[in-house]
């Protein structure tokens, strides 16, 4: 029941949402204001058991929600085809590079805000690589 | 016999087909996941694909009809981002802390991976519609299509470009972060957000919940930075 109460607060949320975006024209999908509206309402405590139940849920499987679009693909199968090779190079490239990019930015950052932190006071050193072992 | 084939007609046309097919293959690939040590290649989101797309094509079975059981899996994809807000929540204080290296991270990851996919497949030849359309390629895909659509691209290719940069980096990830040595799991998860949206984000709570949540900050960010400014950069080049 816990799960299912905190499913209504996500749909209710994710309506609000919608609501929201087509109300305003923003280019933002409705489930992701949803998401944000949902960061200001958990700040009811009511809401927290019920939102704790259906989101472990729902994430524990959210796989699972992605095949149906997935499948979609097969419609688009001609002109994916027609460029496969290129595509595949293309994609995977870029998507290895925007990993690299991001992990090595973030990184770099979140260490050097860890030094200065520890310069200033005690903090809890929470990374497993201090000393930057390359 | 004919009764064996009204039986199959009947089943195939109706929603059921789409939904138990969908739900059956996604817990088949997910064992097979399993029992291969949760190895990211075995990723079950693109095995069910596979597997359920060679069904539909060896059966002459357009995919509205599949969609209109899946649908009901589907629609569940809304309340799934809202619920990606619980992991945020739960460790609020640490990513306000982090916010300048996450917002940072976030726009040299994005436009990285926008740009190498833009520039590559210029350089490769690929035509100005395709190119467009992977311009928003690791946003999650109904902003992607959105984007796409205000490039003047090809929306429904854009939709197929971010799920294959999903399952590219859900199943590959590990191997290139390890390879890195990155070992923190905010930044792990947070870089598989980034540049996979949602897929790499189904893996990266899979795999650990800390990575999850940073995965879901990267993927939230991803979606305000590059609704604003994939149109922006696109026009500047115009």
Redesign the interface.
Known sequence: MQALRGLAVLLLLQAAGEGITRALALPFPGPVVGLLLLLLALNLPLLRAPVAAAANLLLSHLSLLFVPVGVGVIVHLKVLSEYAGRLALVIAVSTWAGIAATAWVTQALMRRAQAAERGGASAPCRDVDEEGTP | MTDVVHLWTYLASSPLF?LTA??T??VLA?ALHERLGRAPWS???ML??IV??SV??ATGTP?PV??AG??F??V??????????????QR?AELR??A???A???L???G???G??VG??WA???PTP?LLS?AP??V????AV??AE?LAG?P??A???T???????AS??KY??DA?????W???G???G???H??G???A??VHPEA?AYAAV?L?LQ??FA??LIPLVAALFR
């Not at chain 2, 890195?180 to 923190?184: S, T």
């Open positions: 789409g969908t739900v293959t996604y997910h990723n079950p989101v069910s694909v359920l797309g539909l094509l995919y599949y969609f899946a649908q899996v589907h569940l994809l809304g309340p799934a981002v809202v619920a990606l807000g619980w992991p945020l929540w609020r802390r982090r300048l290296p996450l940072v991270g976030a040299v990851g994005g990285v991976a926008s190498v996919a590559a497949g490769l030849g690929l395709i992977l390629k690791s999650t895909a109904p902003v959105g984007i205000r090809v429904a290719l939709a197929a470009f799920l294959l940069t999903g399952v590219v980096g590959s990830a290139l972060l890195m040595g990155v070992r923190d905010a930044v792990r947070f870089a598989l980034t540049a996979s949602g897929i984000a189904a893996r709570l899979s999850g990267g939230g979606v305000l609704s604003f």
